[in-house]
């Protein structure tokens, strides 16, 4: 089974941006693994930001969006807000199997 | 909107089998893959599989000696067993869809191994 990477940890300064990624040991990832990513606060569920590369849900806050950068699939955050502090997740599809990434705790701070 | 549910024992003793159900509202279960999601506390997510209908099954190939998945068409259910159970199966389970067009989560249910 693959294996997906992400950023242990990373750390953003109120008001500033950060990109998480997240990579494949497959090789590149591309749209065809429908890149998702989930947000995920102490004692919540999981909740859904992006998936299918770049589509937003309705409750996603703007300063959030996805693309594919160098490679991996990539979660940009422009404008941290303190409540944006949490786990990130993100997960790739490949031919009927689901992976997720290790997770990243981001801290605004 | 698709909405799930799970449901099961929240208590499982070690060595026994694990089950949840899952229902499915607000949808066919005819129509999407169904998945089986899990959470240790204090750890990240992990996929244990997923089952469509007519397809078939694809698991997880760190539990694939343990889990079966099975779907009931006429209660629009979908379930999961996990044999042989440990305390490092603690966690929360969700039900969900995973697909290109988006996705639908239950909301978990925790399920703790111990005797």
């Known amino acids: 089974q693959a294996v997906v990477t992400q950023e242990p940890s990373l750390t953003v300064s109120p008001g500033g941006t950060v990109t998480l990624t997240c990579g494949s040991s497959?090789?590149?990832?591309?749209?065809?693994?429908?890149p998702y990513w989930f947000q995920q606060k102490p004692g919540q569920a999981p909740r859904t930001l992006i998936y299918?590369?770049?589509n937003k849900y309705s409750w996603t806050p703007a300063r959030f969006s996805g693309s594919l950068l160098g490679g991996k699939a990539a979660l940009t955050l422009s404008g941290a807000q303190p409540e944006d502090e949490a786990e990130y997740y993100c997960?790739?599809?490949?031919?009927?199997?689901?992976?997720f990434g290790g997770g990243t705790k981001l801290t605004v701070l | 909107q698709v909405q799930l549910q799970e449901s099961g024992p929240g208590l499982v003793k070690p060595s026994e089998t694990l089950s949840l159900t899952c229902t499915v509202s607000?949808?066919?279960?005819?129509?999407?893959?169904w998945s089986w999601i899990r959470q240790p506390p204090a750890k990240g997510l992990e996929w244990i599989g997923c089952?469509?209908?007519?397809?078939?099954?694809n698991y997880n190939p760190s539990l694939k000696s343990r889990v079966a998945m099975s779907v009931d068409t006429s209660k629009n259910q979908f379930s999961l067993k996990l044999t042989s159970v440990t305390a490092a199966d603690t966690a929360v389970y969700y039900c969900?869809?995973?697909?290109?067009?988006?996705?639908?989560w239950g909301q978990g249910t925790l399920v703790t191994v111990s005797s």
């Open positions: 969900a869809t995973i697909s290109a067009a988006g996705t639908n």
């Open positions: 497959t090789g590149a990832v591309t749209t065809g693994h429908y």
């Open positions: 607000g949808g066919s279960i005819t129509s999407y893959y």
């Open positions: 299918d590369t770049s």
């Open positions: 997960l790739l599809l490949y031919s009927g199997a689901v992976v």
């Open positions: 089952i469509h209908y007519s397809v078939g099954t």
